[in-house]
């Protein structure tokens, strides 16, 4: 800016030489800044826009997140059910299909007692007697109940045995939602009714079972006798006729000593 002829126009010259190659230079940089402008707002508008197109993914995949969860209806015990295909419970990462079971939760509220009669002991109980119920987990706590139902047709109760049992169903008077759990087992003690008439009490151990049609007592001589069955209990069978009390009866088992007897009473 300042005028020719203060200075010696050689230098008046560079000066000016100076200032247009700094406007230049100005310019060039202004130019440069508005480009990086433009290109950091399309940088910008450009990962906004992929920014959201990552939340929509993400907000699709919660949602079908949420529907593939099974949610319980209320709190309580959640019970797994098996996989049927690979014959264990399920399991984190299975796949579930259509009309496959995958839990249940139980109302504690309505709890029974499944337990096991003994083919041998069929006719021992009937509907509407009562019941005792331990629970093996709590054996000092007692419950009582009432037997509801005896199945009609026995099963068998494992693959490799000849053993067969009936479903007995025991209602209970008080249900104990604190101790009784889904699947604990229990032990269940059914009082028997008396028998009319002179029977007498013979150990199993003594008595041939394998036809309940016939069912025989092993007498201490060897001889076996046809008796009429009563009830029966772990041990021991009600035997109605055929064998007196104080009967010497033997033991049916190839480990009994010879002349082991026991007596019928």
Known sequence: AIPPGIRSEEEYERLQTALRKAERSVADSERALASARALTAADVEKTGLELEEARSKLRQVEGGIAALGVRAPQSGVLLLERNAREERLWETGDTIYPGEKLATLPDL?????????????????????????????????????????????????????????????????????????????????????????????????????????????????????????????????????????????????????????????
């Open 109 to 265: 509220s309505t709890l029974v007692v499944r337990a096991r009669l003994f083919d041998v002991d069929d006719g021992a109980i009937e509907p509407g007697s009562a019941a005792t119920v331990t629970l093996d987990p709590y054996p000092e706590l007692e419950y009582t109940g009432t037997v509801r139902r005896v199945d009609a047709v026995a099963f068998q109760r494992e693959r490799d045995s000849s053993t067969r049992v009936f479903w007995v169903i025991v209602d209970l008077d008080d249900v104990d939602p604190r101790a009784m759990r889904p699947g604990l087992s229990a032990r269940v003690r059914v009082e028997r009714q008396r028998t009319d008439g002179e029977s007498v009490v013979v150990p199993r151990e003594s008595m041939d079972l394998t036809d309940l049609a016939a069912p025989r007592v092993l007498l201490a001589d060897g001889s076996w006798r046809a008796v009429t069955l009563g009830p029966c209990g772990p041990l021991e069978c009600v035997v109605l006729a055929g064998i007196e009390a104080g009967a010497a009866v033997g033991r049916v088992t190839r480990f009994a000593p010879a002349g082991a007897v026991s007596e019928a009473r």
